[in-house]
T-cell receptor
Framework: QQQVKQSPQSLIVQKGGISIINCAYE??????FPWYQQFPGKGPALLIA?????SEKKEGRFTISFNKSAKQFSLHIMDSQPGDSATYFC????????????FGTGTRLTVIP | NAGVTQTPKFQVLKTGQSMTLQCAQD?????MYWYRQDPGMGLRLIYY???????DKGEVPNGYNVSRLNKREFSLRLESAAPSQTSVYFC???????????FGEGSWLTVV
């Protein structure tokens, strides 16, 4: 059973456009929601993370929007660039133990020039 | 600063063969993890070690064993490889504070 559901599976965006990736979860005990970015042939790397006490977190062109009542969170990439082409994973966990970090199935983003 | 280093990068095994994936981290992290990544499945936890001397099963431990050799090293062993274990394996580590996990670059394993 997938603890975190991620969509879309793949996404193609024009350079300069906005990329939006969505995730949903069921377990209300989750209290940490990170996004990881993975380039081909590399391991995932933490991009940005949010806790449920805020509805939005922004770091440069990357923004997480969090809707606690709907149990959904999303990643927005503003002014998307070809260098943003990668696979993005959302994840969720409860407590501080990373043994309980559940990942979404990933979104392959392609930004075309 | 190498971070998390995995070896080998690529490996082809025959069904029934055994092998060990090696992992080392130089960040003085307490916790270490092994994940597998399969198309459409995301990352799934195989085993983890919260601290030196302890190991615990994750979501998909069947067919694997692990050893936390010391604080730096955490190995994953396949005793009798099966085609279902064809995957990309990632080792990761985490500091004792916060939830950021640092991943290695992956080991591509094919079992034929």
């Amino acid at each position: 059973q997938q603890q975190v559901k991620q969509s879309p599976q793949s996404l193609i965006v024009q350079k300069g456009g906005i990329s939006i990736i969505n995730c949903a979860y069921e377990n209300t005990a989750f209290d940490y929601f990170p996004w990881y970015q993975q380039f081909p042939g590399k391991g995932p790397a933490l991009l940005i993370a949010i806790r449920p006490d805020v509805s939005e977190k922004k770091e440069g062109r990357f923004t997480i929007s969090f809707n606690k009542s709907a149990k959904q969170f999303s990643l927005h990439i503003m002014d998307s660039q070809p260098g943003d082409s990668a696979t993005y994973f959302c994840a969720a966990s409860k407590g501080t133990g990373a043994n309980n970090l559940f990942f979404g199935t990933g979104t392959r983003l392609t930004v075309i020039p | 600063n190498a971070g998390v280093t995995q070896t080998p990068k690529f490996q082809v095994l025959k069904t029934g063969q055994s092998m060990t994936l090696q992992c080392a981290q130089d960040m003085n992290h307490n916790s270490m993890y092994w994940y597998r990544q399969d198309p459409g499945m995301g990352l799934r936890l195989i085993y983890y070690s919260a601290s030196e001397g302890t190991t615990d099963k994750g979501e998909v431990p069947n067919g694997y064993n692990v050893s936390r050799l010391n604080k730096r090293e955490f190995s994953l062993r396949l005793e009798s490889a099966a085609p279902s274990q064809t995957s990309v394996y990632f080792c990761a580590s985490r500091t004792g504070v916060g939830n950021t996990i640092y991943f290695g670059e992956g080991s591509w394993l094919t079992v034929v």
